[in-house]
């Protein structure tokens, strides 16, 4: 027979060990993604992907993204936004459009010994957006479109970026 001293000290117990919960392990942060359909064929960027907060002119913050891909070992493809920096600010989006006055771009870089060649090519008809999650990161949604000129700067074709995505892109603050 269990008297009510005893009765008393079980539920004590009860309720202290029922209130002790091992701590959550802290989750690991989810791996960037940056991948766009071209011209119909999905393409992933995973060489470099990154964002950069960095101070400009008269001590405002410009954010840069950029991923690569790695065409052979001496060419890459990247993709360069490059924007005020948001996130400094307590907007938690920004929307552009992208044409050829938007500060970034698409560049096709081969690099042999002794050379450096690089083809820029500007945004035109397409949309940007960004937005910084809870933890911190970057994710965002573009399309847009790239035209090709030969020597002449004739246009001779376009190149067509759509479904756009990069997720869980970290901000490196200088």
């Not at 924007?83 to 552009?96: G, H, I």
């Not at 970034?104 to 690089?118: I, R």
């Given at each position: 027979?269990?008297t009510?001293?005893?009765?008393?000290?079980l539920l004590?117990?009860?309720?202290?060990?029922?209130?002790?919960?091992?701590?959550?392990?802290?989750?690991t942060?989810?791996?960037?993604i940056?991948?766009?359909?071209?011209n119909g064929?999905?393409?992933?960027?995973?060489?470099?992907?990154?964002?950069?907060s960095a101070?400009?002119?008269?001590?405002?913050?410009n954010?840069k993204i950029?991923?690569?891909?790695k065409?052979?070992?001496?060419?890459?493809i990247?993709?360069?936004?490059?924007?005020?920096d948001?996130?400094?600010?307590?907007?938690?989006?920004?929307?552009?459009?992208?044409?050829s006055?938007?500060n970034?771009?698409?560049v096709?870089?081969t690099?042999?010994t002794?050379s450096?060649?690089?083809?820029f090519?500007f945004?035109?008809?397409?949309?940007?957006r960004?937005e910084?999650d809870?933890?911190g990161?970057?994710?965002?949604?573009?399309?847009?479109?790239y035209?090709?000129?030969?020597?002449?700067?004739n246009?001779?074709?376009?190149?067509?970026?759509?479904?756009?995505?990069?997720?869980?892109?970290p901000?490196?603050?200088n």
């Amino acid at each position: 027979m269990h008297t009510p001293k005893h009765l008393l000290n079980l539920l004590i117990a009860t309720a202290f060990l029922s209130s002790c919960t091992k701590e959550k392990p802290t989750p690991t942060p989810a791996a960037p993604i940056f991948k766009a359909d071209v011209n119909g064929v999905e393409t992933t960027f995973t060489t470099s992907m990154f964002a950069e907060s960095a101070i400009a002119v008269g001590n405002n913050f410009n954010l840069k993204i950029v991923a690569e891909r790695k065409i052979r070992s001496d060419s890459s493809i990247f993709i360069v936004f490059n924007l005020p920096d948001f996130t400094k600010t307590s907007a938690s989006f920004v929307t552009y459009s992208l044409g050829s006055n938007f500060n970034g771009g698409f560049v096709e870089e081969t690099k042999q010994t002794g050379s450096l060649h690089e083809a820029f090519n500007f945004f035109q008809d397409g949309s940007l957006r960004v937005e910084v999650d809870a933890n911190g990161q970057l994710n965002g949604n573009f399309n847009f479109v790239y035209f090709l000129f030969d020597r002449y700067v004739n246009k001779i074709g376009e190149v067509h970026f759509t479904n756009g995505r990069f997720e869980h892109l970290p901000i490196l603050r200088n």
